[in-house]
């Protein structure tokens, strides 16, 4: 039967992933995911694509904000910005978003750990600060695309079957993981029941090279994989695919042991529309 394996967010997208036993399922994704994000000096988001040493920046929450670290420096807690903090515009994937600014001491700390000149910011109200339209508007954090990324335990055992040096499933940063599946057999998913929780499982996510970094070490320690395997047997013309991406029908509680109830299943999501 199909269950929840593991759990994950991440506070500042791009930072290290924090391993949870539960969280609440907003319209806009799990609570706490994505809320906060670096940018460079322009308002410009930053990501592991090119700046892989972000995986190394650990995050965990404390009241009122967060603290991150990264083992060299001193540690250093972050406030939620006021109401009143400075807002300011910043760009993710063509989208512009306004989100107040997390402060000096914040831009500094991250400048200096990054090597890259960065600022620091917090989405106060997802409801509205960022709203998408695939089949129909829905809100969405800092995350690429979609509120939430589902991947499966059986999917990565068999891609790792056809590797060399197998990788570990935080390479591909999701949310919810799910054991007990048939390898693959999450693309054929249309809607999942997860306690009180009702997913649709909107598309199938393209990979990068977020992929191919070490999530402990910010390294690259198989230049291109996993993604030259994966593009053996998952390249589709919207790119390659691991996990699915899913929005959110009922809010509720997710824990790990869950089971996953399919609602509704159809074709695989990676095959083209039947003429």
């Known amino acids: 039967m199909p269950h929840v394996h593991s759990l994950y967010i991440y506070p500042v997208k791009s930072l290290h992933r924090c391993a949870v036993r539960s969280f609440r399922v907003d319209p806009w994704g799990p609570c706490g995911d994505r809320r906060w994000i670096v940018t460079d000096v322009n308002g410009k988001f930053l990501t592991q694509r090119h700046h892989p040493r972000m995986a190394t920046l650990m995050v965990r929450a404390m009241a009122g904000g967060l603290v991150i670290g990264n083992g ?21 994937w063509g989208d512009r978003v306004q989100v107040h600014d997390a402060g000096e001491d914040a831009a500094a700390w991250l400048s200096q750990a990054l090597g890259h000149g960065c600022r620091l910011a917090f989405m106060r109200d997802p409801r509205s600060a960022r ?69 649709s499982v909107a598309k199938a996510c393209s990979r990068c090279n977020v992929t191919t970094v070490d999530q402990e070490t910010g390294e690259v320690p198989q230049k291109g994989e996993p993604l030259r395997t994966l593009a053996g047997f998952r390249r589709v013309a919207d790119g390659i695919m691991f996990g699915q991406n899913a929005l959110v029908r009922h809010e509720g509680i997710i824990a790990v042991g869950d089971e996953v109830v399919i609602v509704e299943r159809g074709s695989s999501n990676l095959e083209p529309p039947a003429s």
């Open 72 to 92: 060299l420096m001193e540690d250093f807690c972050v406030a939620f910005p006021s109401p009143d903090a400075p807002v300011m515009d910043v760009e993710v």
């Open 131 to 199: 709203l998408k339209d695939a089949a129909g508007i829905y809100p969405v954090s800092f995350a690429d695309g979609f509120p939430l990324l589902l991947a499966a335990t059986s999917s990565l055992a068999d891609l790792n079957g056809r590797m060399k040096h197998p990788v570990p499933m935080e390479r591909f940063r999701p949310n919810v993981v799910i054991a007990g599946s048939e390898p693959w057999e999450e693309d054929t998913w249309r809607r999942i029941r997860i306690g009180a929780v009702e997913l």
